[in-house]
């Protein structure tokens, strides 16, 4: 290991108790199924587009975003990222690197450790704000509200250009561990979509 990436490791505070026992919680089961509702909220507005939906999560490393009747699916299989819309006939596939993982704002809840990497992060009254220690434009900052179990009841990311992406959850359910199907989709009748060779 070389001297600077140890004064790094070193130099990084351990993520806050609140942040470790949100983990604890999601990581007490095989995996969890709870409603969600989306609402982007664009730069200036109140309001904005709201899509409600299912999501699947089995820590510590996927997660699948259900979009109701939509056919959109958004889905995270440990270092893969997938997206697909049946509709419009497409299946997109990420390799995620460690820093893209640790920003993904439902991974901070899973992986408290690489997100005090990624993140200075600081207790606020019924939750935890999230701010990266180098600028993204795409975040600028994670706000995670819990009730007093630790179960997350509304994330909100923010983008350096003021657009907010808010998520609602409710009605949290243990589960048993899904297949790994599950955290694969594709397009109908075809294998699940893979990351383009770099």
Not at 33 to 53: D, M
Not at 58 to 86: C, E, K, M, N
Not at 147 to 161: A, K
Not at 188 to 197: I, N, W
Request: aromatic letters at 8%; glycine letters at 8%; hydrophobic letters at 45%.
């Amino acid at each position: 290991m070389s001297l600077l990436l140890m004064l790094t490791l070193a130099a990084t505070p351990p993520p806050p108790a609140a942040l470790t026992e949100v983990a604890a919680r999601l990581a007490s089961a095989p995996a969890w199924q709870v409603s969600f509702v989306q609402e982007y909220v664009p730069a200036g507005f109140e309001t904005g587009t709201k899509e409600a939906g299912t999501l699947l999560l089995a820590p510590p490393s996927r997660l699948r975003f259900d979009y109701g009747s939509t056919g959109r699916v958004f889905a995270v299989d440990g270092s893969i990222a997938r997206h697909v819309d049946q509709p419009a006939g497409v299946c997109d596939a990420v390799l995620l690197t460690a820093s893209a993982w640790a920003r993904l704002p439902l991974a901070t809840l899973l992986d408290p450790a690489a997100a005090a990497q990624v993140f200075t992060i600081e207790p606020m009254a019924g939750g935890l704000q999230l701010v990266p220690r180098e600028p993204y434009p795409d975040l600028a900052s994670i706000t995670l509200e819990h009730d007093r179990d630790g179960t997350v009841i509304r994330l909100v990311i923010t983008d350096e250009s003021g657009n907010r992406n808010l998520f609602s959850f409710s009605g949290w359910q243990r589960m048993p561990l899904p297949a790994i199907s599950r955290f694969r989709p594709g397009l109908t009748g075809e294998a699940p979509c893979q990351p383009e060779a770099q």
